[in-house]
C-alpha cells in the first residue's frame, strides 16, 4: 500500500522559512517522478515544484528562486524548502508521485497523494 505523508507545515511570518516533507512508504521514490502542488481556499490545486526521475528539476514562475524541491533516496523522502515566503502562499500543500516524467505540471498525472500539510503565512 503506498502512503505518502506529507509534514513541515506551519504558521510563519511573510519572508520566513518552512521546509516541508514527504515521506513515501510503497513505492520507491527514485523511481518516480514527485511533485508537490498547493490548494489555497476556494482556488484550483496548483503546480508548485517537481523532479522528474531523471533527475530534472521543474518551478513555477512564483516559486522559482525561492522554492527548491530535492529528494533523498535513502530515505525514500522529498523535500521542499520554502524561503521568502508571502502571504499568497498560504494553502495546503500536497506531495505526488508519477510514473514517468511527462506533463508533471499537470495534478491528473499523479497516481498517488498524501493528506496535505497546511502552511500559513501571516503579513
Known amino acids: 500500500q503506498v502512503q505518502l505523508v506529507e509534514s513541515g507545515g506551519g504558521l510563519v511570518q511573510a519572508g520566513g522559512s518552512l521546509r516541508l516533507s514527504c515521506a513515501a512508504s510503497?513505492?520507491?521514490?527514485?523511481?518516480?517522478?514527485m511533485g508537490w502542488f498547493r490548494q489555497a481556499p476556494g482556488k484550483e490545486r496548483e503546480f508548485v515544484a517537481a523532479?522528474?526521475?531523471?533527475?530534472?528539476?521543474y518551478y513555477t514562475d512564483s516559486t522559482k528562486g525561492r522554492f527548491t524541491i530535492s529528494r533523498d533516496n535513502a530515505k525514500n523522502t522529498v523535500y521542499l524548502q520554502m524561503n521568502s515566503l508571502k502571504p499568497y502562499d498560504t494553502a495546503v500543500y500536497y506531495c505526488?508521485?508519477?510514473?514517468?516524467?511527462?506533463?508533471?505540471?499537470?495534478?491528473?498525472?499523479?497516481?498517488?497523494w498524501g493528506q496535505g500539510t497546511q502552511v500559513t503565512i501571516s503579513s
Open positions: 505526488a508521485a508519477a510514473i514517468g516524467s511527462g506533463g508533471l505540471f499537470i495534478a491528473t498525472r499523479y497516481s498517488y
Open positions: 510503497g513505492l520507491t521514490i527514485e523511481r518516480y517522478a
Open positions: 523532479i522528474g526521475g531523471t533527475g530534472h528539476f
